[in-house]
């Protein structure tokens, strides 16, 4: 079967950072993604990785290990309108693709 | 900046009707997807849909469900009759290269009664 783990939620304040886990299980594996979805609000993309490293855009990054179906997005510099969950999804092998979202972590930052 | 777009943003319908949600995906964009998410749950793949077809769909995506791209610029789901389960948010998604960076649209709240 195909799965993907994340924290349920995280908390940090205001200009800290937060790094968001990412586990998955897949039959195939293309890329890893980021959404970021804020309240009643549409998955708006964050990130793409295929392959092993670090991207860094702006105050968000996000890495990848294939080897250990890893992945993490960091977030720096906290600011309120972070607030919001953040799905990782991976691109399925086959060719048609399928896009897998993992259940989603929901960060709340305080002042 | 270019921007999916999805219409009606919210559709009440009675069980066992039939529903269309439209799209308008990104006009320069070659994959399109539809997506459901029932309140406070993921985001769920129903269909990708490449070069005039389907490319894949998921487990939910049964008989019920068909997509459609009736001209050059709008993008279709159907379900033929409906059931309570369906009552969900719907997104379009499309993309300039497949399965990499989805542009979402707004979404449409279908509610079955």
């Known amino acids: 079967g195909q799965s993907l783990e994340q924290p349920s939620e995280v908390t940090a304040v205001e200009g800290a950072i937060v790094q968001i886990n990412c586990t998955y299980q897949?039959?195939?594996?293309?890329?890893l993604s980021w959404y970021q979805q804020h309240d009643g609000g549409a998955p708006t993309f964050l990130s793409y990785?295929?392959?092993?490293g670090l991207e860094e855009t702006g105050r968000f990054s996000s890495f990848l290990s294939r080897s250990d179906s890893y992945g993490y997005l960091l977030l720096q510099e906290l600011q309120m309108k972070d607030s919001a969950s953040y799905f990782c999804?991976?691109?399925?092998?086959?060719?048609?693709?399928?896009?897998?979202f993992g259940a989603g972590t929901r960060l709340f930052v305080k002042a | 900046e270019p921007e999916v777009t999805q219409t009606p943003s919210h559709q009440v319908t009675q069980m066992g009707q039939e529903v269309i949600l439209r799209c308008v995906p990104i006009s320069n964009h070659l994959y399109f997807y539809w997506y459901r998410q029932i309140l406070g749950q993921k985001v769920e793949f129903l269909v990708s849909?490449?070069?005039?077809?389907?490319?894949?769909k998921s487990e939910i995506f049964d008989d019920q469900f068909s997509v459609e791209r009736p001209d050059g610029s709008n993008f279709t789901l159907k379900i033929r009759s409906t059931k309570l389960e369906d009552s969900a948010m719907y997104f379009c998604?499309?993309?300039?290269?497949?399965?990499?960076?989805?542009?979402f649209g707004p979404g449409t709240r279908l509610t079955v009664l």
């Open positions: 849909f490449y070069n005039n077809e389907i490319s894949e």
């Open positions: 999804a991976v691109r399925d092998r086959g060719g048609g693709f399928k896009t897998i």
């Open positions: 998604a499309s993309s300039a290269q497949g399965g990499d960076e989805q542009f």
């Open positions: 990785n295929a392959l092993d």
């Open positions: 897949t039959s195939g594996f293309y890329g």
